[in-house]
């Protein structure tokens, strides 16, 4: 044997090794050398893993591993097939799971610890995929409607469950291991009359016989359902015991149904038994099968007694004619027939048809006789009866009905007397085929008729009726009408019965009476004014229900009173000087007073007059007074409102003015600009005197929009920009005890709006929120984006789903009470002082949100403050602001050579307008007024291809203008300008045939922008 060179067996074991071999100093755990298969786990070279100490390359997936890890590097023989461990690769975040051993090597020097580490990923898949494969057999199992089962039965008898799958706990109501912690679990819960049968049938299979067995159980709920089990049985591969194999089916609906089935099958048999008809059948000779029936009796037969008898014996006859022969020759011919026939003087109702076998052939009759002898005599009596109802029903001052329970009373029977009470014929409401009888029923009567019957049908009781109804000729008729529901056969009312008659004489004979006795009183109590009549000693003796509710009391309380028991002593005796006055005198005495009603005080207006006896006597004093406190708040707010429209129209007049001289200014500066050099120092004067101009134009537009004689400007709009403007402006003139605060969205959504409206909204929350703090406090403005869903819908009434910018205006101030709140954004409503308020503020603010397509919320509470919550819709396309002044020159617009009629009554805007087209290559000839530029379109029309047309001038408006250019040409394209108009006056035009709109003041490359638009815009649009 050759000597074995051990150290380099040594080292070819480590060379060659399967696992990654690690070489390690234990007590400085630096690794010392590793085997190829360490450096092709971690893909690591060696030169790089000898850079790294032992624990850099390991990782515990539980707690405390690495400790134990690093304890193993100082010991021997604890650590052996370690698993839970992780090697780190090269590829940054992959970790391989590793099965570790630490084995100490001694040297003559010193220990030295090698690890030895595993692979076991491919292991681990192994086993994830068994334990998926396990939970899809399980979850197999599971949804398969039966149970499966397995037990052992062993060489001494003795057996024991095995396996359960999950729907044995659907089935029983008892998990898996509930039998399978004893054999004899199963048998605890069979049914106990089942139970022998049960064990009958296991003893077969544990002698080795598969089979099945049917049994009941009893589930944990109690109830009880019906197993099938079926079992195969097999020896083990010793042949040392017996495996059982089951399969248990919950058949308990299937019995259910077989159940139900021999209970249908024996109620059908007892019915044809009992059934007063006659069931029969014969074969192809015409001889008796069967026969049964209660009806056999009647006839003197019993069950079965005819079988084997011709029927022609039965008969008493041969001919084919016959009509019961006839009927079965004709039912074996494969015909079915009904017939009536009388025998042994008992009439009956008969039907044949002819009896088929399973493949369809014919092999003989089968009939049914259905005795209604008794029906027939009924029918007779009934036939009677009614004709004599009819002759009665004739004869009565009135009529009778029948109808179903829906709104048109859809009639089933009427008598005779509709004809005398409607002048209709019973016909024409029979199912409605002339007309439904609640069309002749008064209108302000049908929901009163219908309600009441409802409500008797309700009560389970008759109802009586009284309206009005109206007849062929067109005359209006009382009725009285009493009836009762019907209940059919469901159980339910299906009809009405009942009887209506004319009461007209006698409810006009009482109307008049009424009148007559009632006229005075339903004048008095129906008057909304309050009334009292007071005897010569000045004490109550009549009064109205006003004038009890005036001083809270009852007419019984107030009658023999006199105004001390009613009033305060010093209006008591205001009111009895005037009354002493009104007897002494005789005169009438109007007077307008303040009194207390309901615990308000209210401006009462009262009229007294004496009443007189039949000489002429002043007897007492009647006295009526009615409440006209809104009447005088209404004068005043008509007379405050008449004074803002006035001024109104004055700033509307003042502002078209102005448009037209800032048309003018900014026009012609920025045609000065467009000639200067952006270089020069004039160009910047010119553009600060154009900005000027263009803020003086949104001071004018303001005005317009208190005038409401302009449309919004609208463009993207930031309110945080709006907010801060209006901050800096505040923090100059507002109250210094007063605090600002802003909280506003950085990336806060635009919207769509008017900027100078939104700054209008803003300026006036933020005034009255100063009113509101006269010793100072704390104002907040703050916005956000909000989305509101249709939950948010609960707590914003006047809201819409939808993306939005919330801007809120919140204060510490003395705050409003509910009935401030309720009118808080009325026109004209205001808490403040005279001459320190029109009332305008909030409305303004309320229309302008409202204009945005926006709501406003307030919360308020006196002591606690006010904060008002706007919410305007998102912009959802950015388009650039067309109130925005570029700080450059804009782009040239695009002329022409198209010949265009200028029409304005302002010489300098019609010089204007005529250099900034002709500048374009237009040819502009201009119109000073209506009258003039019609003249100019008649003559020149054909080489005239746009007119531009001030809406407002005198003479002749805009809009007539427009009118009889259309009548010389329909097909005139007309551009309108104007700094005051209304959006409803622009749609007007618009709709009328204009083709576009220049709002004043306007600037040059805005209206040759308008210009060019209008002149390339497609006719057939």
Not at 66 to 90: D, I, K, N, V
Not at 513 to 528: D, F, G, I
Not at 713 to 727: K, Q
Request: hydrophobic share 35%.
């Amino acid at each position: 044997m050759a000597e074995i060179n051990w150290q380099e067996l040594a080292y070819t074991l480590f060379e060659e090794a399967g696992d990654a071999l690690i070489l390690f100093d234990p007590e400085t755990e630096e690794i010392l050398d590793v085997n190829p298969m360490a450096q092709s786990l971690s893909g690591f070279s060696r030169r790089e893993l000898l850079k790294f100490k032992v624990t850099y390359l390991f990782r515990s997936e539980s707690p405390g591993g690495m400790q134990r890890l690093r304890q193993a590097f100082r010991r021997t023989g604890l650590f052996h097939s370690q698993e839970g461990f992780l090697l780190r690769h090269e590829k940054g975040g992959v970790w391989i799971p590793v099965n570790l051993t630490i084995t100490r090597l001694h040297t003559e020097t010193s220990a030295l610890g090698l690890i030895t580490a595993r692979d076991i990923r491919e292991r681990r898949e192994t086993l994830e995929r068994i334990r998926k494969m396990e939970a899809e057999l399980r979850r197999v199992t599971s949804s398969v409607s039966d149970c499966l089962w397995s037990a052992e039965v062993d060489s001494a008898g003795h057996w024991s469950y095995c396996y359960f799958s999950p729907v044995v706990e659907r089935m029983t109501g008892r998990p898996p291991e509930f039998f399978l912690s004893s054999p004899s679990r199963w048998l605890d819960i069979v049914h106990p009359e089942d139970r022998l049968l049960w064990q009958e049938a296991f003893e077969r299979f544990r002698s080795g016989q598969s089979g099945a067995v049917e049994y009941r159980i009893c589930c944990q709920d109690g109830a009880e359902r019906w197993l099938h089990d079926s079992v195969m049985v097999t020896s083990s591969d010793n042949g040392a015991s017996l495996l059982l194999d089951g399969i248990i089916s919950d058949i308990t609906e299937r019995k259910l149904a077989d159940e139900a089935l021999r209970q249908s099958e024996s109620r059908l048999r007892l019915l044809i038994e009992q059934t007063p008809a006659i069931l029969w059948t014969t074969d192809t000779e015409l001889r008796i099968t069967s026969s049964v029936g209660a009806g056999l009796a009647k006839i003197g037969y019993r069950p079965n007694e005819t079988v084997g008898m011709p029927l022609y014996e039965i008969m008493q006859t041969n001919d084919p004619e016959h009509a019961a022969i006839n009927a079965h020759l004709r039912a074996l011919r494969g015909e079915s027939v009904s017939y009536e026939y009388c025998f042994r003087d008992r009439d009956f109702q008969v039907h044949i048809e002819p009896l088929r076998d399973t493949h369809d052939c014919i092999i003989g009759s089968v009939g049914v006789a259905l005795d209604f002898t008794e029906r027939k005599a009924a029918e007779l009596a009934l036939r009677e009866s009614q004709r004599t109802l009819a002759t009665l029903m004739s004869n009565l001052p009135g009529l009778a009905y029948r109808c179903r329970i829906d709104k048109n009373w859809t009639m089933e029977f009427v008598s005779e007397g509709t004809i005398d009470l409607t002048g209709y014929q019973p016909d024409d409401f029979i199912g409605n085929r002339t007309l439904a009888f609640a069309d002749l029923i008064h209108e302000d009567d049908r929901d009163m008729v219908w309600n009441e019957v409802q409500a008797a049908l309700a009560e389970n009781r008759p109802f009586r009726l009284l309206y009005r109804l109206k007849t062929a000729t067109g005359e209006w008729k009382w009725v009285w009408e009493q009836g009762r529901g019907i209940v059919g056969a469901s159980g339910q009312y299906e009809y009405l019965e009942g009887f209506i008659t004319d009461i007209s004489d006698r409810k006009r004979f009482e109307e008049a009476l009424q009148r007559s006795e009632a006229k005075y009183r339903t004048l008095v109590e129906n008057l909304t004014q309050a009334i009292f009549l007071k005897d010569r000693d000045l004490r109550l003796i009549a009064v109205n229900k006003p004038f009890c509710e005036s001083v809270g009391k009852t007419a019984e309380e107030i009658i023999g009173k006199t105004d001390f028991d009613l009033f305060p002593p010093t209006l008591a005796e205001k009111h009895q000087r005037d009354d002493r006055r009104v007897l002494a005198e005789g005169i009438r005495l109007e007077i307008e007073e303040q009194r207390t009603i309901a615990g308000k005080t209210r401006t009462v207006q009262v009229v007294k007059s004496p009443v007189q006896d039949a000489d002429g006597n002043n007897i007492g004093v009647l006295g009526i007074f009615w409440d006209v406190t809104e009447q005088r708040l209404l004068e005043n707010q008509l007379r405050q409102a008449q004074k803002m429209d006035a001024i109104g129209k004055l700033a509307g007049g003042i502002a078209h003015d102005f448009n037209n001289l800032l048309t003018a200014i900014i026009g012609n500066l920025e045609l000065l600009r467009s000639e200067t050099s952006g270089e020069s120092p004039a160009f910047e004067l010119l553009t600060n005197a154009i900005k000027a101009s263009i803020r003086a134009s949104d001071l004018t537009r303001q005005l317009l929009s208190f005038a409401r004689q302009t449309p919004l400007l609208t463009g993207p709009v930031n309110i945080n920009e709006s907010i801060e403007e209006t901050v800096k402006l505040l923090r100059r003139t507002i109250d210094p005890r007063i605090s600002i605060e802003t909280d506003l969205e950085p990336h806060l959504w635009q919207i769509r709006g008017d900027a100078a409206q939104i700054g209008q909204v803003l300026m006036n929350l933020c005034l009255n929120a100063r009113d509101a703090m006269p010793e100072g406090g704390r104002l907040v403005l703050a916005t956000t984006n909000i989305e509101i869903t249709p939950r948010d819908l609960r707590s914003h009434m006047e809201g819409r789903c939808g993306q939005f910018v919330r801007l809120t205006v919140s204060d510490n101030g003395i705050g409003m009470p509910p009935e401030v709140r309720e009118h808080l954004f009325e026109p004209f409503f205001t808490t403040k002082e005279t001459g320190k308020g029109t009332g305008l503020g909030l409305a303004v603010v309320f229309g302008i949100v409202s204009q945005h397509k926006g709501w406003i919320e307030c919360q308020s509470e006196p002591g606690k403050g006010t904060r008002f919550d706007i919410f305007l819709p998102k912009l959802l396309s950015q388009s650039q602001d067309r109130s925005h002044l570029p700080s450059h020159v804009p782009e040239d617009v695009e002329g022409g050579h198209e010949r265009i009629l200028l029409v304005d009554d302002h010489e300098l805007i019609r010089k204007l307008g005529q250099q900034i087209l002709s500048r374009k290559g237009y040819d502009v000839i201009t119109a000073d007024d209506g009258p003039e530029a019609v003249e100019i379109y008649k003559q020149q029309h054909e080489n005239i291809d746009l007119v531009i047309v001030d809406m407002t001038m005198p003479s002749l408006s805009g809009q007539e203008v427009l009118a009889q250019l259309k009548q010389i040409d329909p097909k005139v394209r007309v551009l309108f300008s104007s700094g005051f108009s209304t959006d409803e006056a622009i749609k007007a035009v618009q709709k009328e045939g204009a083709i576009g709109f220049v709002p004043k003041p306007y600037r040059p490359d805005g209206l040759a922008r308008a210009v060019r638009h209008a002149l390339d815009r497609d006719d057939t649009n």
